[in-house]
């Protein structure tokens, strides 16, 4: 995949190369990606006013918010028409008018597209002895965009430095200025706005003429009012027809609020063989650690290194504690520095944020444990609402998410967005969450980025572990429907992850940590007992064998959304089968497993309240 990337950017810089068209390569997250274009009123320097051609540029760029001077509104020589509004269907954006001056009828000024509505527009004259000027200030979620077109004359474009500054003192957001300033650099009005405001884009590519630019009067400045923020891109677009200026592009990446730098709380995966992993997200590129220790006071840091690098500028932070002491409880707290700008030889940062302390106990030899089992809930609100409040007050040791319940995830937002609310649910922060896959969370765009949440007991999505002396196997039944099927576009091979677990089953059945176990907990997704004869079931084909022999106390499924219970002997299966209801309220229910000396128990909760069973083993 990423030699094929390079392939493609090689022949858009040949193509470019060959045809003179500048390569806008595309916006980086969390950037925005600021514009400005003076447009000659959407006349060409071939006479011709074309509002697609001005269009197509701003397409190209894909900018989040464009600067716009020189644009007609009702007009004679624009034949009535609001060109800014043309040119805002055209692109898609929300087109904010200011006009400077009457003329012909209709009225000429400046103008401002953005992908986002403003949440607040001002209009402040500017002067201008050969005519009025006009600077348009509009407010957006994240940031301020004031647009201009200063004077030709160099006494008003000294004012118009003054009026500018009045107008955005007190401003607390990132502002940026743009439009065509009417002065090169280095000049009088330029030294005085460079006070309080820094020049962004490069002022050695000029933008005038556009045929054969001589000269830079177009600018993006950022207003130095100290919110923090990175350059990442400057560029002057080769676009010599459209207008007789060229269009200039700035992306700027702001340094977040320190209250919006975590996107989730962490969440605790793994807490065996004297280690645990802690997971969360940033909602910005960031630098993550975790600082942990038996005593708040005195914590050490934890962070990632992979081949002699610190694992940062990403999202997504996983930490493996590791050299913990069995029985132990530890405190804990995850960090994160933003990333605004990682370059080669130049990075820079914003806030660092510190979550709340937690805590964490680690299992040891001789633990009981009280575990929540839930499967099925294909991303339903209510229904984990309803479940969660029949265990509400349960005294837990850690969850198991029995597959199902991130519903088809098409993108990281829909699966983190569902994956935080059970999360938060079962209080993940401290107490560790297992999550075995559904046919499901195989399902749609973001099933292959599912590891990046997931931390599987096991490096793949199968496995075993040991809560004190009980040992839970977890297997993956892969989809529901032979790999054949058409749906599946020919790019699933489960038959071929069954054979593994085959082979995975029968060295953990003889294995030590099996054999010497107390209790033992099968759990998969998709029953292999007790679902009829017709019912597509290859692993039981694979595993049957295997299974028939083996000392289960316990099988936990879930799939058919009907709640069942098959007791030992009465389905093919050796050991007694719980199956979980699930999809709607009407029909799920809740498992809560418990292990307590030497007795293993299980209660299956409707998601109503009622009990539906109360087994003991």
Known sequence: MKRLSLFIIFLLTCRAAATGETVVPPREANAIRIMSYNTHNFVGTDGVRDYDRIADVINAVAPDVVAIQEADSATTRSDGAYTLREVAGRTLMFATYAPAIDFQGGRYGVGILSRERPLSVRRIPLPGREESRVLLVAEFGR??????????????????????????????????????????????????????????????????????????IDYVFGYNNGRRYAVLRRQVVDEPVASDHRPLFVDVRPAADPSAVFRTKPYLQNPFDGG???????????????????????????????DGQVVCNTTRHRIRLTGLRPGATYCYRVCAREITLYRAYRKEFGDTVRSNIYTFRIPDAADDFTALVFNDLHKRQDVLDRLHAQVEGTDYDFTIFNG???????????????????????????????FLRGNHEIRNAYSLRMRELLDYAGSSTFGAFSWGDTRFVLLDCGEDKPDST?????????D????????????????????RATRRALIHHIPLYGMGDGAYNPCLALWGGLLAGAPFDICLNGHTHRHAYHPAGTAGNRFPVMIGGGNRVETATVMILRKKKKALSLKVVHANGETLHDLTF
């Open 404 to 434: 199902d319940c991130i519903d088809d995830p098409a993108d990281e937002d829909e699966a983190i967005g569902f994956l935080s609310r059970m999360n938060e649910a079962v209080r993940a922060e401290t107490h560790p969450v297992v």
């Open 496 to 515: 071929a992850l069954r054979r593994e677990q085959a082979d995975f089953l029968r060295e953990e059945l003889s294995s030590k940590a099996f054999k």
């Open 276 to 306: 645990i992993s802690i997971t969360w997200f940033t909602s910005v590129p960031a630098h993550g650690w975790v600082e942990y220790g038996a005593d708040p006071s005195m914590l050490r840091k934890a962070e990632d290194v992979a």
């Open 486 to 494: 058409w749906v599946y576009y020919g790019l699933n091979d489960f």
């Open 143 to 216: 940031y301020v965009l004031a647009c201009t077109h200063f004077s030709l004359t160099p006494e008003d474009r000294l004012a118009s430095v003054d009026v500018v500054n009045r107008a955005v003192r007190g401003t607390d957001k990132p502002l940026f200025l743009a439009g065509d300033m009417n002065f090169v650099p280095g000049s009088a009005p330029f030294r005085a706005l460079s006070a309080s405001f820094t020049v962004l884009n490069d002022t050695a590519a000029h933008t005038s003429p556009a045929d054969a630019p001589r000269r830079c």
